[in-house]
């Protein structure tokens, strides 16, 4: 028999199991997550009530419904869902106004960061109230800044500089460029360059892999903000 997808084989793990045992699905995405998140969902326990947080994960268990006595035409339809990260879980709930902006990404296994509030209105287990979700593909074009390269005098090539330069001219944009240069001696300078503005792509990425080796550059993000909280508190029995 062929192998199984990675994603089948772990989604399988813990239907059988409880938990996943070779891997985790979000392992691939843990470095995003960890750029853009605020929080992860067991830090929620220790956070005051409606505390603004960012946190990411994959969605399951979800359950649509309606709110009761809605006014004719407003919106009615709700979701709760779980919000599942490499650290355990939290139950979310995206009331209608926001449910009609979001409603759509509301799927089984779909991997999000979602911006909401902490709350503890039925005691200390945390439940978020979610305000915007933000599937991954769009956070490095949403929320990019710019882009800081690292190029170190002790193991890269003499002429590093100079090809990284022409590189980076080969992606004009509006994201902000900096160097940080680790000399001889272990001194490191920073710099921020005034003139180029490049733009973030996975092709640039590559090329800046394949020069400096892995791990060499940083994406410079700025997080989308935690919101303001619904004024409707988690509430399972409405219906």
């Known amino acids: 028999m062929p192998e199984l997808d990675e994603r089948e084989r772990l989604l399988m793990e813990k239907e059988v199991l409880g938990f996943y045992l070779s891997s985790h699905p979000l392992a691939e995405y843990q470095q995003q997550l960890t750029s853009f998140c605020s929080h992860t969902t067991e830090q929620l ?30 919106p009615s339809k709700f979701a709760n869902f779980d919000l599942e990260d490499m650290e355990g879980a939290v139950r979310c709930i995206l009331w209608p106004d926001d449910f009609e902006r979001y409603g759509h990404l509301v799927e089984a296994d779909a991997v999000l960061v979602a911006r909401g509030v902490v709350d503890k209105s039925r005691g200390d287990e945390p439940n978020l109230i979610v305000n915007e979700l933000v599937p991954l593909d ?9 882009l800081r390269v690292r190029v170190d005098a002790r193991t890269h090539a003499a002429d590093t500089l100079p090809r990284l330069r022409e590189i980076v001219r080969g992606y004009p944009g509006s994201c902000e460029l900096q160097l940080l240069l680790v000399l ?12 180029l503005r490049i733009e973030v792509t996975a092709e640039l990425r590559s090329r800046l892999d394949d020069l400096l080796g892995p791990g060499n550059y940083r994406l410079l993000t700025n997080p989308p903000k935690p919101g303001r909280a619904s004024r409707e508190p988690v509430a399972a029995g409405r219906r």
Request: no cysteine; net charge positive; glycine share 10%.
């Open 45 to 74: 326990a220790n956070l005051n009530h409606r505390e603004e947080v960012i946190v990411g994960g994959m969605l399951s268990a979800i359950k649509l419904s309606h709110t009761r006595n809605s006014k004719p035409g407003t």
């Open 184 to 195: 001889e001696d272990g001194t490191q300078v920073h710099l921020r360059s005034q003139r």
């Open 138 to 146: 769009q956070l490095d074009t949403k929320y990019m800044s710019g």
